[in-house]
Every structure is written in C-alpha cells, then in structure tokens.
C-alpha cells in the first residue's frame, strides 16, 4: 500500500531520502507538487504597459522586463482567482513566474499574479 501511494506520484519533493537494508525508501518529507504550481523566483513589480502579447514590467529594482505571454500563461488575482490578461492594467503590482531570456531583459511567463 504504501508502495502503491508513492508510485502514483509523478513528482516527488524530498527533504532526505534514505535507503533501507532491504531497498525500501524511507522518507522524512514528503510533498506532492501540483504541475501548474508558480516554480522559481518571480519578478516583481509595476506593470508599465501592455501591448499584444508583451508587458513591459519595471522591477523593484528599477529594471524594465519585457514579459512575453502566450496561451499557456497563467493569470491569478490572488492566490486561487482565476483571471486573464485583460484583468490587468499598468500600474499593477505584479509578480512573474515563468523562463528568463540569456540577459536580453525578457521573461517568457509562465504564471502573472497580482494581489486582490
């Protein structure tokens, strides 16, 4: 049985893992990640424009990103509101999820989420 509960999962977070004498896996945390979970460090900031599928986002830093969406991009109001691109305006706070460019400034988002 507890084979089986393991096996079902397709992704497995550990904080250690130790093999048993007889092969078993033994555990200490155990976490099940659901595949549409924001993964890495956002980017956060203010919205500064939004022109087709492109936000340009000005980072706490000051940084300006160009957030490049596309139709598997996320959007969030709050942690669990389901929302689209046209929910979302400049001047927004913003966090941004998702592939940074080879230090070109773009983000290919994943997932944009702002507060309620």
Not at 62 to 82: K, W
Request: glycine share 10%; proline share 3%.
């Amino acid at each position: 049985m507890r084979r089986q509960a393991l096996a079902a999962l397709d992704t497995l977070t550990t904080n250690s893992i130790q093999t048993g004498d007889e092969g078993e896996v033994i555990a200490r945390i155990v976490a099940a990640v659901p595949e549409n979970r924001p993964q890495g460090r956002p980017a956060v900031g203010e919205i500064s424009a939004i022109n087709g599928d492109e936000i340009s986002l000005t980072t706490l830093q000051g940084d300006t990103i160009t957030v490049v969406i596309d139709a598997d991009t996320i959007f969030r109001i709050g942690r669990d509101n389901e929302a689209s691109l046209s929910d979302f305006a400049p001047g927004d706070k913003v966090a941004v999820f998702g592939a940074r460019g080879e230090g070109d400034g773009t983000m290919l988002a994943t997932h944009v989420m702002k507060r309620k």
